[in-house]
């Protein structure tokens, strides 16, 4: 039984957010990695084109682009060894709408329907490479 009174039929929700985002789920076609950034992980690749083939980078300006330029810098050393960084590296990727928590706080929704697996930018990385890296990570600590 619940309470209080029943709801009426033609009920209009009213607590809109003015920022809310509604993003299409699709693959965008992101950005080539800069040469610069030296990075040398299987990680830090797979890092760099999942995020910028994601579809939260549908509104991205260069300041955005450059944020992700550091944050894979970070993912970087991350993956050889500096675990320290892993705190710094979830503070970032969640401003972005990592996770499902992040983007009901930052009023994102991307749409699902039109989801497909995002078109690979640069050479392909197996699991395999990433397996071993984390090996030689747990194992040198």
């Known amino acids: 039984m619940t309470r209080g009174p029943k709801p009426k039929p033609n009920a ?3 607590n ?7 993003l299409e789920g699709t693959a965008q076609p992101g ?13 830090g690749k797979r890092f ?3 995020w910028s083939t994601s579809p939260q980078t549908q509104g991205w300006t260069e300041t955005d682009w450059t944020e992700l330029e550091i944050t894979t810098k970070l ?7 500096e675990l320290k960084l892993a705190s710094e590296i979830r503070m970032r990727v969640a401003k972005w709408g990592a996770t499902v928590e992040d983007r009901s706080r930052l009023r994102m929704k991307i749409d699902d329907e039109s989801e ?3 078109e690979k930018a640069g050479p392909d990385l197996s699991v395999s490479d ?3 890296e984390l090996f030689k ?5």
Do not use: K, S
């Open 12 to 14: 209009v929700r009213r």
């Open 16 to 22: 809109v957010h003015e920022h809310a985002q509604e």
């Open 31 to 43: 950005r080539e990695m800069p040469r610069g950034l030296g990075i040398t992980t299987a990680g």
């Open 48 to 50: 760099w084109r999942t």
């Open 75 to 81: 993912v970087d050393e991350f993956y050889r060894g």
């Open 116 to 118: 497909e697996t995002p």
């Open 130 to 132: 990433m397996d071993e």
């Open 137 to 141: 990570l747990l194992n040198d600590a």
